[in-house]
């Protein structure tokens, strides 16, 4: 199972990860972040849907999105 | 797992105080279970939470201090025992396994089980001879020394270095940066626990912890991973939760398998930011947040019983993540007349 696969996460937010028992708060444009990279979709894919979803333009989105990946990556969340 | 016979427990540890002792938690776990019981509580002072607990034990009788003897407390358990006719014990503290390990088969022979390591296997895992287990078994461990004096302290041998942690022969651990503290702990922790004192290599990552039972022929009967999530003055969980960490229950099965366990303990592990974990303490007993791993579907204190009563008990491999304890503390209303009871007769 990949990492990200093993994280308990609700729709309010709340991640848990069982590995450690650490827990975090996300953001629903975090919550779609990682709902995408489950689902496997490219980087561009998750920034024209962040564009769709919330009044930002794709410069920020993929501001947000590569300031995400590095937060996953730090908590030992994403491969 | 029906059993209609009732069985008589008796189980020490009744202090539910901020350095909590496991006894209520493991009463509270053989309640839960389908074990039909009548528990006995063995306490050391008059004032242990335990003993005034409402519907938590049946009666209670102080028992002399580990250090008064052995042939107090002998004929202490034997006054007991012609009184409840006990069918086990559950001893919950480090400073008074010795004693049971030791008398292990007088008990027996007076009809009382327990169900303990060997008196080799509770010596060796002392934390003076944690370098020694470690390399015995295969465990990476930090440096650590005994210390018999303070002068040794200002001369520690390399690797060791600040910041370590000094600890107690039975318990309390501090975190020392200064020679000075380090003296200053070291008459502390002498003066209160005896020697040697211990003076072990801080390693910087997580620390998690293992409830473990071993049956005594190399098998994990159950294991439980645990990580705190608040931690008192005193360095002890008040808040915990149950964690899905197989590399660690992988050491732990390992562990339990070489050194043939019997019994239950508490591995405490540091976990390092590249994956290592270092084991840092064995407690050779339950812990006090057993009742995390009753709650995560593990209960080891039912199953401590059923093995001591000859038992076969079925391994558990499984339990719930995600399983959250957190302690709290709870003024009981009590009346004279019942610490007038343990005061003047010993007994309630």
Redesign the interface.
């Given at each position: 199972m990949s990492k990200l696969n093993?994280l308990?996460i609700s729709d309010n937010g709340f991640i848990?990860k069982?590995?450690?028992?650490?827990s975090f708060t996300t953001n629903e444009i975090g919550l779609i972040i990682i709902n995408l990279l489950k689902e496997e979709k490219s980087a561009d894919e998750i920034i024209n849907k962040i564009t769709e979803e919330f009044d930002i333009d794709a410069i920020s989105a993929g501001r947000d999105l590569y300031e995400y990946l590095d937060f996953l990556k730090r908590e030992k969340m994403l491969d | 797992m029906n059993n209609p016979k009732t069985i008589t427990v008796a189980v020490t540890g009744l202090n539910n105080i901020d350095s909590p002792g496991p006894g209520v938690s493991v009463i509270r776990g053989i309640k839960d279970s389908e074990l039909n019981v009548r528990i006995i509580g063995l306490a050391y002072e008059n004032l242990e939470p335990g003993i005034y607990m409402p519907g938590l034990v049946d009666k209670t009788y102080l028992i002399p201090f580990p250090s008064t003897g052995s042939e107090a407390f002998l004929s202490r358990l034997a006054y007991i025992n012609e009184k409840e006719d006990l069918d086990l014990i559950i001893p919950n503290f480090d400073s008074e396994l010795y004693l049971f390990i030791k008398y292990s088969d007088e008990l027996l022979k007076m009809g009382i089980h327990t169900f303990l390591p060997t008196l080799d296997q509770f010596e060796e895992r002392h934390k003076n001879n944690l370098p020694e287990y470690g390399k015995k078994y295969g465990i990476k461990m930090p440096v650590s020394q005994a210390v018999l004096n303070s002068k040794e302290l200002s001369n520690l041998p390399k690797p060791l270095s600040y910041p370590y942690y000094i600890k107690g022969k039975f318990y309390e651990a501090y975190k020392v940066n200064t020679i000075n503290e380090g003296v200053a702990y070291f008459n502390k922790l002498s003066a209160k626990w005896g020697l040697p004192v211990v003076v072990q290599q801080s390693i910087t990552g997580?620390e998690v912890n293992v409830i473990v039972l071993g049956d005594g022929e190399g098998n994990t009967i159950s294991a439980v991973a645990?990580?705190k999530?608040y931690i008192t003055d005193k360095g002890k969980a008040w808040g915990?939760?149950?964690?899905?960490?197989?590399r660690l229950i992988e050491i732990t099965h390992d562990i339990v398998r070489k050194t043939k366990w019997r019994g239950a303990m508490e591995l405490e592990m540091i976990k390092t930011d590249e994956g290592e974990y270092h084991l840092i303490e064995i407690n050779p007993r339950i812990p006090a947040w057993v009742y995390l791993a009753v709650g995560a579907g593990q209960n080891i204190p039912e199953m401590v019983c059923r093995l001591a009563m000859g038992e076969k008990v079925t391994a558990l491999t499984d339990y719930e993540?995600?399983k959250m304890f957190i302690r709290y503390s709870w003024d009981l209303i009590g009346d004279i007349s019942d610490f007038e009871k343990i005061i003047i007769f010993g007994e309630l």
């Open positions: 093993s308990a848990f069982p590995s450690t028992g650490e | 997580t645990m990580r999530q915990g939760i149950t964690i899905n960490d197989e993540y995600g």
